[in-house]
């Protein structure tokens, strides 16, 4: 995030001129013209395709039929038989080219001083890319909007935050978001074909929820994070047996919560032998770039059953000092949920046994998080919340 503005700037309103050029161009160079051609993935002529120029610095206004921006600079092209376009000048410094065809795009800064030079370069077309996102909305904003530079690119936020863009050449964007009486600038990296993610903070909850269990499937939709993960089950020996089976889908172990709790929770009976444990598990960050969750003052979720249960922090990939961090708990009803608070104080010292490393080195590089039922336990479990850490901890 580069800068956050703490008032909305004033926009400016300006009518937009649509000049439209129909290029019938030679591959003769034109004095003081610069050339485009365009070609698709597999090297053919990107032929009569419509091709927009803003200036850098545009954006689409929010508000119905005027522009946001600093400039009123566009013009449409559309290329000729040759896939090539030929621009004679260009009112603004710098001006983006966009098009968007049949799956495939580009999009590019072409500047005032390149023009007069009267160069010449080919460009190939890729797969487009999609991007979502979420805006974290202070308390009684309903909404957000997510506007593109250099494009006439906006779309509304739900009342979450959340947002998605398809059809987005690869390029590193620049966004403007309008939260509102704030403006918040960032950036986004679109690869060919593959989905981006990026967030905007005008402010920040000190809390995260990590799990809630109410997507049924082995994909868990982090909703504070606005992250999908997977999931999954395992046991630490065959003789271990649980109820769904181990080896049955995830879904199959996400059950009505039950004893007056409202949706979904996590639900399995597991028997094994003395110290032998079944659990579940997920990635919450990226074994890259693992998460410094050190300023975590507590791990609260809800929990019903009678048993023991561990929550357990981890450390894995190959790039990483592997080793996990546990604390555990014991359940003693299967009919009345019962809120639990672990703090880090909880979490069992450091004694090298099964990778066991101590909170104070997995919490500062943290990559999954798992539950595990021991012995032979039966119990229900919902509502994972970290406090005392915020989402650009895991988001970065």
């Not at 013209?33 to 689409?60: H, K, T, Y």
């Not at 949920?337 to 066991?356: E, H, Q």
Request: with cysteine; glycine share 6%.
């Amino acid at each position: 995030m580069r800068r956050l503005l703490l008032f909305l700037a004033p926009l400016a309103f300006w009518a937009c001129s649509n000049e439209k050029d129909v290029a019938g161009i030679s591959t003769v160079e034109t004095e003081n013209a610069f050339l485009i051609q365009v070609v698709r993935e597999d090297s053919l002529p990107a032929a009569n395709v419509v091709a927009r120029m803003r200036s850098v610095d545009f954006v689409r206004s929010v508000t119905e039929n005027s522009v946001d921006s600093k400039t009123e600079f566009f013009k449409e092209f559309t290329t000729d038989s040759l896939g090539q376009i030929r621009i004679d000048s260009l009112a603004v410094d710098v001006a983006t080219l966009e098009i968007v065809d049949k799956g495939e795009g580009l999009f590019k800064k072409i500047s005032a001083e390149d023009v007069q030079d009267g160069d010449s370069i080919q460009y190939v077309m890729e797969k487009t890319g999609s991007l979502r996102g979420k805006v974290y909305l202070p308390d009684h904003v309903d909404y957000a909007w997510v506007q593109v530079y250099g494009t006439d690119r906006l779309v509304k936020t739900d009342s979450e935050g959340f947002y998605e863009m398809d059809s987005l050449p690869p390029f590193d964007y620049e966004l403007r978001y309008i939260v509102g009486d704030s403006i918040v600038e960032n950036t986004a990296k679109v690869s060919t074909g593959e989905e981006a993610s990026t967030y905007a903070y005008t402010f920040q909850p000190d809390s995260v929820k990590i799990l809630d269990f109410e997507s049924a499937s082995k994909d868990q939709f982090i909703v504070d994070l606005g992250i999908t993960v997977e999931g999954y089950m395992a046991a630490t020996d065959t003789a271990t047996k649980t109820v769904p089976d181990i080896n049955e889908d995830l879904a199959k172990f996400i059950d009505e919560a039950g004893a007056d709790r409202k949706g979904k929770a996590l639900h399995w009976e597991s028997s094994a032998k003395y110290g032998k444990w079944s659990f579940f598990g997920t990635w919450i960050c990226k074994e890259e770039s693992p998460c410094d969750l050190s300023a975590t003052d507590s791990i609260v979720f809800y929990a019903r059953g009678t048993g023991v249960i561990s929550i357990a922090f981890e450390t894995l990939g190959s790039s990483n000092t592997e080793g996990k961090t546990l604390a555990y708990d014991t359940l003693d009803t299967s009919d009345k949920w019962k809120r639990v608070s672990i703090k880090p104080a909880n979490f069992k010292p450091r004694d090298d046994l099964y990778g066991n490393l101590g909170w104070d080195v997995i919490s500062k590089a943290v990559t999954t998080i798992s539950i595990a039922a021991y012995d032979n336990t039966e119990f229900w479990i919902d509502d994972i919340v970290l406090y005392g850490v915020k989402p650009s901890d895991f988001l970065r």
